[in-house]
């Protein structure tokens, strides 16, 4: 119980830090739907490593 609440906040900080990345990229002029695409594939690759 003492390591679960720093892993819920580490894990809800990167989960707002990835809503907001995503935000960003998005409005990217030209080629933010194409940078979301790449965020979308490489994101679940990340967060397996990081599982790991």
Do not use: E, K, T
Not at 19 to 25: M, N
């Amino acid at each position: 119980m003492q390591l679960a609440g720093p892993m819920l906040v580490a894990q809800v900080l990167s989960l707002l830090y990835n809503i907001v990345d995503r935000i960003y990229i998005g409005r990217i002029p030209d080629i933010g739907f194409l940078a979301l695409g790449g965020v979308g594939l490489c994101f679940p690759v990340g967060v397996l490593m990081a599982a790991f």
